[in-house]
């Protein structure tokens, strides 16, 4: 019985301390996508990032490295970002992880979008 009234007590605060985050698009690109292939090795990778709740601090990463500083968004934001990625210049597909990275209180989300990149590069 304890429990069970402890549990009910403790739901609403819970409920209305927490916050919701969303990315899109959850892939990027691939053999059969022209948006997946590039001339030069500097390109971009366009996200969204949507945030739903209180004020929660965010910054973005690509293949776990950090390429931003943390930002703020709070009650229904959402962003757009062309994150900036390098490609090396090598045969075949380039795998890349662009996150976006949340601190909800003691707890953090990560969700990333997998991008597969490809250098057109001319040939000798």
Request: proline content about 6%; hydrophobic content about 40%; glycine content about 6%.
């Amino acid at each position: 019985m304890k429990k069970s009234l402890f549990t009910l007590l403790l739901l609403p605060l819970l409920s209305q301390a927490s916050s919701y985050h969303f990315q899109t698009p959850v892939v990027y690109g691939g053999e059969d996508s022209l948006d997946a292939w590039h001339y030069t090795e500097a390109v971009t990778v366009p996200i969204k990032v949507k945030h739903i709740g209180e004020k929660t601090p965010y910054y973005l990463e690509v293949n776990n490295q950090q390429i931003s500083d943390v930002f703020y968004l709070e009650g229904e934001e959402e962003i757009s970002v062309d994150v900036p990625i390098t490609l090396k210049p090598k045969h075949g597909g380039q795998l890349f992880r662009i996150c976006s990275v949340a601190f909800h209180g003691a707890v953090g989300s990560r969700i990333c979008t997998k991008a597969e990149l490809f250098l057109i590069q001319p040939v000798n």
